[in-house]
């Protein structure tokens, strides 16, 4: 018999099946149900988004005559958009901060994580149609396919099956192929982005998010077929799956994430707030004090207008001095903020080694990255707000020094001057920006699938001897 | 002793069992170690505050001692005091950790602190671990568990029936019954000695006895409902396998779907709301308020006859004023995010009784201190010793007094008291004793059963 014509058979017999079909449209209907709740919550927040950005821009204008550097101290609020695949996969949504306050000497960080919020963390994950491809779809592969090669063992038909000419692998082919439908029809959800999509990109990436799901998917049902040729009876295929499963979907990731946290531990936020006080004060290298770096800059500033006093300055020294220290504190932040990124990158790094023992890490990591949200596209939005804050801060700072001449703190700005600054409107990167940085996650992925496809011919040479002998 | 014996064989006979028994010793040990290293990061994190915040003070008493000023202040200023509330490490962080890494254990006190400000800037540690979860010793009874006892009780009976050996079990033991009980009883003990184990040696490293015992009761207890279930279906089922699948497929239920779709039912019945919608608000209440300052620090001193004298000037009191007033304007917007806090919860314990694993999970971390409850005691508490704070230097600050050596040295210090009540552990402790001695009695109908007796 061909490849087709057993992969045929088995879907005949798998559809006579009344469980499997229960299985599968069960799955599908979760799926539905999963996505319309994450389409619903994602079209709110993305409403609270505008409508709050739009309020904050209302406000930042509607300040009355006022010095800039209380302007810059009232400073403007950024929010993060859910973006439209976060529907599909919420990715690290529920750990990362929503809203970043864009004020005067501080580069603070995101606030309001929903996790924060959330007064009932789920044992694993809240359902997300994600979890459904990453964590229910496999399952519902193994409960279909482990007796696919085991059971014909335990009947003896194996044999009998071989032995009538059929190649073993045309025959193990077949019976992957009959997998591969039924997962094709569990991948349907994985379509779902593709749908939500509301721009060009996020099309292309809901294309690479399906791609993804789908080698995940292929994986997975070649690995079903390897355990279950090599199986000596369908129990013992369905308890080594499931095994794996528990392992592989739900443990190592945990412990991967706890050896990543022992390998590069995340930065405390009191110490954090306390080195970057320190190097404010006396310099990174803890050697530049503040009173030191003021006088210098004032010998500096007089030396430059070739006046002797600071009275004489055309300009306000207290806004070049404010400048200055913005310009200082930005290095500060650059260091330290450029240090969590990369305690991030290392875990991330780790996280990869650990998926050398598990797909799951790795599909994870691909699909929050295609959605938009993981920690690589939170660093985008940070770095873009951090960009126009100290744009903004250069400009009130700028005026501060031009007109403020003799008047420094009791100044007062006309209003147009905080009006005609530009809107922060943020875009996320473009898949084709960051893809780069994925291209790890993807080589792992077809890694396994290498390896699978792989394990699956070895079995499907196992059974050729196995019948040979007989 | 000698069927203690003989079943200790049956159960750990061949490669698998003993390799499956090893694996939960090992996990046993991680959770454990797992546990004892939260604690360790907690109490270092804390004392760091502490440190802190005792250093900041010892300093600011010399720099009155010494007329020295540092920063903008003048040394002794009451607004220029700051004072660390920290969260001690939780009671039963060992055995259960619960969302607790995630949330902030300290706040800055000062006179300027506001309830919907008290913790910020707290995003630095990476959200990779977080996103993934912690193994934590209840993580691992709750959801592994479960499976080592699927493992040990599908083939109770439904072993002996697949190899027709029924009637030979039931000649030699006189009574099915009493096997099914023996053989129950026996393998139960082995999940049993693990969170024992466990238990004991949280007891050992540090957590206190009523702790380790309430997280042991409920553990002991879920697993016992998985034994009785298994056992039911293992006497029930034709054959070991069929046995297993329907287990399996239980654990899933249970275990795996039904927990996520609760979090998504709460999600979609009582959605989280969004903080944004609370910045905003806060965002105009202090536009408007910055520019009636001086307004507002002449209708406090008015309402505050005590502070007869006061100099009206000064931005450290405007400051002051503005926070109260932004404080008591936002206030209730605050209680409406409360408002929907609770009804999240409401809705989650509600939710919680349809599933024994989020129920147990929930009760574990309770104990433990790690879930939200002891996190919202702390904040009230930290709340509330902000307002001691303000108390104590209002006064100081509005008559334009500096503090002594010995005044800054006698500055309140914030002590967490730890909640009480075991209300909910008992009822859920009562929950699960009822639905297992449902299962038992159905399991006890299942054995009466003419054909199978």
Redesign the interface.
């Known amino acids: 018999m061909s490849a087709l014509g057993t992969g045929a058979a088995e879907l005949r017999q798998a559809w006579r099946d009344g469980r499997a079909r229960t299985a599968l449209f069960a799955l599908l209907a ?1 799926a539905a149900i ?1 996505l319309a ?1 994450g389409w ?2 994602q079209a ?2 993305e409403s ?2 505008a ?2 950005t739009a ?2 821009r209302r ?1 930042w204008e ?3 005559t006022r010095n800039p550097h ?1 302007v810059a101290h ?1 400073g403007q ?1 950024a ?1 993060k958009p859910a973006g439209a695949l976060s529907a599909f996969d919420p ?2 949504t ?6 970043l306050w864009m004020e005067a000497h501080y580069q ?21 149609g994600a ?1 459904v491809m990453q ?2 779809a496999p ?1 519902v592969l193994i409960f279909m396919g482990f007796g696919l090669v085991a059971r014909e063992r335990e009947r003896q038909t194996l044999k009998l099956a071989l032995a009538s000419g059929a190649s073993p692998v045309a025959w193990l082919t077949g019976k992957f192929l009959a997998l591969a439908v039924v997962a094709a029809i569990l991948y349907l959800p994985a379509w779902a982005p593709v749908m939500l999509a509301d721009s060009d990109d996020a099309r292309q990436r809901a294309l690479y998010l399906a791609l993804a799901y789908g080698v995940f998917l292929l994986t997975i049902a070649a690995l079903i077929i390897a355990v279950s040729a090599r199986a000596g009876t ?2 013992g295929a ?2 080594t799956l ?1 095994g794996g499963w ?1 392992l592989m979907a ?2 190592l ?6 050896f ?2 022992e390998v ?1 531990p ?9 080195d970057v006080r320190a190097a404010l004060e006396g310099g990174i290298d803890g050697h530049s004090p503040a009173g030191a770096r003021e006088e210098a800059l004032l010998q500096e500033t007089l030396r430059q207008y070739g006046v002797a006093r600071e009275e004489d300055l055309p300009v306000s020294f207290a806004g070049i001095s404010m400048q200055a220290g913005e310009e200082h504190a930005n290095v500060v932040y650059d260091h330290f903020y450029g240090r ?1 990124q990369q ?2 990158q290392r ?2 790094r780790v ?1 990869r080694g650990v998926s050398l023992l598990t797909p799951w ?1 790795t599909v994870r990591s691909l699909s929050a990255g295609m959605a938009g949200t993981d ?1 690589e596209h ?1 660093w985008h939005f940070v770095r873009a707000t951090e960009r126009y804050r100290r744009d903004l801060q250069r400009y009130l700072n700028g005026d501060f020094t031009q007109n403020a001449k003799g008047q420094d703190f009791d100044y007062q700005a006309d209003p147009r001057l905080w009006r005609e600054t530009a809107v922060f409107s943020y875009r996320a990167p473009r898949v084709g920006e960051v893809a780069r940085s994925y291209a790890p996650d993807a080589l792992l992925l077809l890694g396994w699938a290498t390896l699978a496809v792989v394990l699956m011919l070895s079995a499907a040479r196992t059974l050729g001897r196995e019948a040979s002998s007989s | 002793m000698s069927s203690l014996r003989l079943e200790f064989v049956q159960i750990t006979r061949g490669a698998l069992p003993r390799t499956i028994l090893a694996l939960f010793v090992a996990l046993t040990a991680y959770g454990l170690w797992a546990g004892v290293s939260e604690r360790a990061r907690w109490t270092d994190v804390v004392a760091a505050n502490r440190a802190q915040a005792e250093e900041a003070n010892a300093r600011e008493q010399e720099n009155i001692r010494l007329s020295r000023q540092e920063g903008f202040s003048p040394p002794g200023a009451p607004s220029a005091q700051l004072m660390d509330a920290s969260l001690p490490p939780a009671p039963g962080v060992i055995l259960a950790q619960g969302d607790a890494p995630l949330r902030p254990v300290t706040a800055w006190i000062s006179l300027f602190a506001r309830s919907d400000t008290l913790f910020r800037n707290t995003e630095t540690e990476s959200p990779l671990a977080a996103s993934l979860g912690v193994m934590d010793l209840s993580w691992i009874v709750i959801v592994l568990m479960p499976l080592l006892v699927i493992a040990l009780n599908h083939d109770l009976l439904s072993g002996d029936r697949d190899a027709a050996r029924l009637g030979l079990l039931r000649a030699q033991a006189g009574s099915l019954g009493r096997v099914v009980v023996h053989r129950l009883g026996l393998r139960f003990l082995l999940p049993g000695v693990f969170v024992t184990a466990a238990a004991i040696l949280a007891m050992a490293l540090g957590t206190a006895a009523f702790v380790a015992f309430a997280w042991w009761l409920i553990a002991t207890l879920y697993l016992a409902v998985w034994s009785l279930l298994a056992g039911w279906i293992g006497v029930c089922a034709q054959a070991a396998r069929s046995a297993a699948s329907i287990l399996l497929l239980a654990w899933l239920g249970f275990v795996v779907v039904l927990p996520a779709a609760i979090a998504l039912g709460i999600d979609w019945l009582s959605a989280t709301q969004s903080r944004v919608a609370q910045v905003v608000a806060t965002r105009e209440v202090q536009l408007d308020l910055q520019e009636r300052m001086s307004e507002l620090l002449d209708r406090y001193l008015v309402d505050h006859p005590e502070l007869v004298g006061a100099d009206a000037g000064g931005f450290a009191r405007s400051y002051f004023v503005a926070q109260r007033e932004t404080e008591s304007q936002v206030a209730p917007v605050m209680e409406k995010f409360a408002e929907a806090q609770r009804r999240r919860a409401r809705w989650h314990t509600r939710l919680a009784w349809l599933s024994p694993a989020t129920l147990a999970y929930g009760g574990m971390t309770r104990v433990a201190g790690t879930d939200s409850t002891r996190h919202d005691a702390f904040v009230a508490q930290a709340q509330a010793f902000a307002g001691t704070w303000r108390d104590h230097l209002r006064e100081h600050l509005f008559l334009g007094r500096t503090l002594t050596p010995d005044e800054a040295a006698s500055l309140p210090r914030f002590t967490f008291e730890e909640p009480r009540g075991i209300g909910h552990v008992s009822r859920l402790a009562g929950f699960l004793a009822l639905l297992g001695v449902m299962l038992a009695v159905l399991l006890r109908g299942e054995i009466m059963d003419d054909e199978l007796r």
Do not use: C, K, M
């Open positions: 979760l999963t709740i619903q919550q709110r927040q609270d988004v409508q709050a309020v904050d406000l509607g300040q009355a209380s009232f609020y929010f990715g690290l529920p750990w990362l901060g929503t809203a603070n960080s995101a606030t309001y994580r929903p996790a924060e919020d959330q007064r009932d963390q789920p044992i694993l994950a809240t359902l997300s979890f964590i229910l399952l369908a129990r369905l308890l499931l528990v739900l443990v990731p945990r412990l991967g994430a706890t990543a946290e590069a995340s930065t405390d936020t009191g110490q954090f707030w306390r969590l305690d991030e875990q991330r996280l890490i920690a939170h």
